[in-house]
Nanobody, 124 residues
């Protein structure tokens, strides 16, 4: 069982940066692939990025490639999302998710655990 708590969201101007964190409880965090998703009002949940259990492989959604970086610190049971060059269209609630698979991609159904989300608002 893994519990996930996101933090680091807030209001930022376009072009700015934010770093989201996802603190995980449980001793099995290092065994899980992890991902970030986001959901804007009236839209479906969208894949942002994912990372394998050891951080060796990362995947990104097309809309964030080159601007966002996913990383993890297994010693701290924490997942990160560094977001640079933010745009108003990045405004959404951001969720971290954990998968019992060693590799997880963009499909929400492969993720077993979800956080409550943190709001990111980018003003123009």
């Amino acid at each position: 069982q893994v519990q996930l708590v996101e933090s680091g969201g807030g209001l930022v101007q376009a072009g700015g940066s934010l770093r989201l964190s996802c603190a995980a409880s449980g001793r099995t965090f290092s065994q899980y692939a992890m991902g970030w998703f986001r959901q804007a009002p009236g839209k479906e949940r969208e894949f942002v990025a994912s990372i394998t259990w050891n951080g060796g492989i990362t995947y990104y959604g097309d809309s964030v490639k080159g601007r966002f970086t996913i990383s993890r610190d297994n010693a701290k049971n924490t997942l990160y999302l560094q977001m640079n060059s933010l745009k108003p269209e990045d405004t959404a609630v951001y969720y971290c998710a954990g998968s019992a698979h060693s590799i997880a991609g963009s499909t929400t159904s492969v993720y077993d655990y979800w956080g409550q989300g943190t709001q990111v608002t980018v003003s123009s």
